[in-house]
Nanobody, 124 residues
């Protein structure tokens, strides 16, 4: 089992920045691609960004490309989502997910472990 704990969410004005962190614990010895998803009220959980085990490959949803960055520190078992130029449409609960594969996935079904989520609210 792998446990994921997100942190770093909060309230920010449009144009501001936040950095989310996701700390993994438990059986983290396997190579795991990591992803971030978000879910706004009334919407399905949507892909935001993902990073391969090595960190050498990343992928972003079109809506966040150029504004968000994803990176990881495997020595600390932590993955980060740097969110810049935030807009109100970014408001959602953000979830970290781990996949039992070194290759990124783009859908929730491709991930095996999930964090509890952290709220991000962007005011206009």
């Amino acid at each position: 089992q792998v446990q994921l704990v997100e942190s770093g969410g909060g309230l920010v004005q449009a144009g501001g920045s936040l950095r989310l962190s996701c700390a993994a614990s438990g059986r983290t010895g396997s190579s795991s691609a990591m992803g971030w998803f978000r879910q706004a009220p009334g919407n399905e959980r949507a892909f935001v960004a993902a990073i391969s085990w090595s960190g050498g490959y990343t992928h972003f949803a079109e809506s966040v490309k150029g504004r968000f960055a994803i990176f990881r520190d495997n020595a600390k078992n932590t993955v980060y989502l740097q969110m810049n130029s935030l807009i109100p449409e970014d408001t959602a609960v953000y979830y970290c997910a781990a996949r039992i594969s070194a290759i990124v996935g783009l859908t929730p079904k491709q991930y095996d472990y999930w964090g509890q989520g952290t709220q991000v609210t962007v005011s206009s």
